[in-house]
């Protein structure tokens, strides 16, 4: 007899990072699913910024409509264009990868370095390709947008009840 396999849920992170989006549908593209991981901070030295350092990220909340992503952080509300960008390359690291991105706005940016207390940037990666990740373990490269490593990422109902459990 085989397995049936499903996915129940399905979330997306627009910016690494900060909190995710519940979806009853995505779109997968080849660096993952539409607008997941398009987006990321970076500080003065162009490094990312992720929750490791900086727990506060997770309470940033995105929603997407419209063309439009807006951020909600402590009743405070900021909205930027997905397909707005300035037309200046940034060169980047996401761990061993270097991917080309481009700032939003500085509006954008601005918002962010307020209301984290430090100078960052909200950069966005544009094209298929502008960051490849070489898979040591599996020995492939793939193209993938700002995420960690990999494009899609899936984890099974039953380990997570064994952590429940545990």
Known sequence: MDNILFISEIYIYPIKSLGGISCQSARAEEMGFENDRRWMLIDENNQFISQREHPILSQFQPQISDGKIEITYLGKKHTFFINESINNPISVAVWDDQSEVFEVNKITSD????????????VKIIEIGDRKHKSKALNVT???????????????????????KN
């Open 111 to 122: 918002w962010f370095s307020e209301c984290l207390g430090f100078t960052c940037k909200l």
């Open 142 to 164: 793939f193209n993938v947008s700002l995420a960690d490593g990999y494009p899609y990422l899936l984890v099974g109902s039953e380990s997570l009840d064994h952590l429940i």
